[in-house]
């Protein structure tokens, strides 16, 4: 099998879609696309991988060849133009942030007053980036939290800029007096919220990078996984008392049953039903 579909013998098949809990962002998927995009302006920052096939890009007064693994970076109001690679069709997904939302996050990240303008390398090589990528793609499309969804945004960033931006990114800060845990009791509290992480770090005024550094830092495991382990330990007690699985994963904040189910058995070992079953059994 080849890596690449000859441009023609292949229909085009491209996703683009806003999320509905975090309209900031976009998600682009387009596979075996033949065609090509004229010179146009970004009004996002996106940050795409090439899944299969080559992409051209014409960036910045150059031409670029981008080969599968390769990851593309692109700031918001840059101009460029780019088609598939010697008549080869090719696949590739981005996750496109609106402007203003990137640079709100590149300045909690990186610390400094200025957002990022330019990307100093256009062209990525970096498989275990690549993969964070694509789980990032797949982890915002799926029915998870917001409180997950922006942690695992945020870590794909500050990776990005940790290792292709180093002059941009600027160590940890201090640490300061976040009340870590009036965080903890926070989440405990609104366990079936779908809290997202700029509400939480608003909320205890500070920003959503420091909010997750520190917090991990002291209690071992992101605020999202928090979350989720007060879920399962609030869901043990509602189906010992006999409550409807279904009930349980609505009250306890999960997206539905299935996947309230998929993380009560990867955390326990057994489903939802056959806790609950037992749990009667041995009353």
């Not at 690679?85 to 090719?90: C, D, G, I, K, R």
């Not at 300045?107 to 990022?116: C, M, R």
């Not at 990528?133 to 794909?156: D, G, P, R, W």
């Not at 405990?188 to 959503?208: C, K, Q, R, T, V």
Request: hydrophobic share 35%.
């Amino acid at each position: 099998m080849t890596d690449s579909t000859p441009v023609g013998k292949q229909k085009e098949n491209i996703r683009l879609y806003r999320l509905a809990d975090l309209p900031q962002v976009e998600l682009f998927q387009g596979i075996d696309i033949i065609r090509s995009f004229s010179r146009h302006r970004h009004w996002v920052f996106s940050i795409s991988v090439i899944e299969r096939g080559s992409r051209v890009y014409h960036y910045r007064g150059k031409k670029h060849l981008a080969h599968s693994g390769d990851i593309k970076v692109i700031c918001p109001g840059e101009i460029h133009a780019s088609g598939p690679a010697e008549q080869q069709a090719y696949s590739l997904r981005s996750v496109r942030l609106e402007a203003e939302y990137f640079n709100s996050l590149t300045v909690q990240i990186t610390k400094k007053g200025q957002p990022l303008s330019r990307f100093p390398q256009p062209l990525i090589r970096d498989q275990e980036l690549y993969h964070h990528v694509i789980h990032l793609f797949q982890l915002l499309s799926a029915n998870t939290s917001k409180l997950e969804k922006e942690y695992c945004l945020m870590n794909t960033l500050t990776r990005l800029f940790i290792k292709y931006a180093p002059t941009f990114y600027i160590e940890d800060m201090p640490e300061s007096l976040l009340p870590i845990k009036s965080v903890g009791d926070y989440l405990y509290e609104n366990y079936n919220e779908n809290i997202s992480l700029l509400d939480l770090a608003g909320h205890f005024g500070f920003s959503p990078y420091h909010l997750v550094h520190q917090f991990t830092r002291e209690m071992g495991i992101p605020p999202h996984i928090f979350q989720i382990q007060v879920r399962l330990q609030r869901a043990l007690e509602l189906l010992a008392a006999e409550n409807p699985v279904a009930t349980v994963a609505a009250e306890t904040g999960f997206y539905d049953q299935s996947h309230f189910t998929h993380a009560f058995k990867k955390k326990f070992g057994v489903t939802p039903n056959q806790y609950r079953i037992d749990s009667r059994k041995h009353n």
